[in-house]
């Protein structure tokens, strides 16, 4: 069975951080390439940042260059992929998503939404003003 189940939203104050976590198992996650998405009320999911499955490689949406990190640990059987949250700002409020891409297995780097098959249910980041 696949599963993709994110941890680590909460409530935090504007310039402050957060890590969340995404563990994926069920499949050959170790292979494939994976992202970080978002989606706040009355809005539509928002690609943020990819990485491809080696982890060597990274791509970010303008909005979180440089504020926001990519991360992956297939060292085990269960993948960890995570997101780094520095300098949170209050439009950073959002439900975060992970997702996994087949299509890139042992290569590319999406970003698009069309272009990952794999989601988790989703955590709640809240940052207060």
């Known amino acids: 069975q696949v599963q993709l189940v994110e941890s680590g939203g909460g409530l935090v104050q504007a310039g402050g951080s957060l890590r969340l976590s995404c563990a994926a198992s069920g499949r050959a996650f170790s292979t494939i390439a994976m992202g970080w998405f978002r989606q706040a009320p009355g809005k539509e999911r928002e690609f943020l940042a990819s990485i491809t499955w080696s982890g060597t490689n990274t791509y970010y949406a303008d909005s979180v260059k440089g504020r926001f990190t990519i991360s992956r640990d297939n060292a085990k059987n269960t993948v960890i992929l995570s997101l780094q949250m520095n300098s949170l700002k209050p439009e950073d409020t959002a439900v975060y998503y992970c997702?996994?891409?087949?299509?890139?297995?042992?290569?590319?780097?999406?970003?698009?939404?069309?272009?990952?098959?794999?989601w988790g249910q989703g955590t709640q980041v809240t940052v207060s003003s």
């Open positions: 997702a996994g891409s087949s299509s890139s297995r042992f290569g590319g780097l999406p970003r698009g939404e069309q272009d990952f098959d794999s």
